[in-house]
C-alpha cells in the first residue's frame, strides 16, 4: 500500500514562511502526478499545486506567485514552499498521489495563519 506522509505545517503569523514535505513510499515517477490539496473548515478540499511525472506544475489562482511545488526523486519525497502566507490560507493541508484509477492521500498537516 502507497504510504504518503506529510509534514512541515505549524502556526505562523500573516507574511511568514513555511515549507511542507511529502514523503512517498515509493518511487514517486511511478505516479502520474503528485500534489497538494487543502480543505479549510466548512469548504471543500481543493488543489493547491500539483507536478505530473514529466515535471509540469500547475498552481490555484490564489497561490500563484506565492507557493512554489518542487520534488526531490532521489528522496522520493515532494515539497510545498509557502511564501507570503495569508490568514485565508490557513487549511489542512493534504499530499495526493495518483496513478491512472488509483488515488493515494496523507493524513495532512495542520497550517495555521494568524493576522
Known amino acids: 500500500q502507497v504510504q504518503l506522509v506529510e509534514s512541515g505545517g505549524g502556526l505562523v503569523q500573516a507574511g511568514g514562511s513555511l515549507s511542507l514535505s511529502c514523503a512517498v513510499s515509493?518511487?514517486?515517477?511511478?505516479?502520474?502526478?503528485v500534489g497538494w490539496y487543502r480543505q479549510a473548515p466548512g469548504k471543500q478540499r481543493e488543489l493547491v499545486a500539483d507536478?505530473?511525472?514529466?515535471?509540469?506544475?500547475n498552481y490555484a489562482d490564489s497561490v500563484n506567485n506565492r507557493f512554489t511545488i518542487s520534488r526531490d526523486g532521489a528522496a522520493n519525497t515532494v515539497y510545498l514552499q509557502m511564501n507570503s502566507l495569508k490568514p485565508e490560507d490557513t487549511a489542512v493541508y493534504y499530499c495526493k498521489a495518483n496513478i491512472l484509477r488509483r488515488t493515494f492521500w496523507g493524513q495532512g498537516t495542520q497550517v495555521t495563519v494568524s493576522s
Open positions: 507536478i505530473n511525472v514529466g515535471g509540469r506544475t
Open positions: 515509493e518511487n514517486i515517477f511511478n505516479f502520474n502526478a
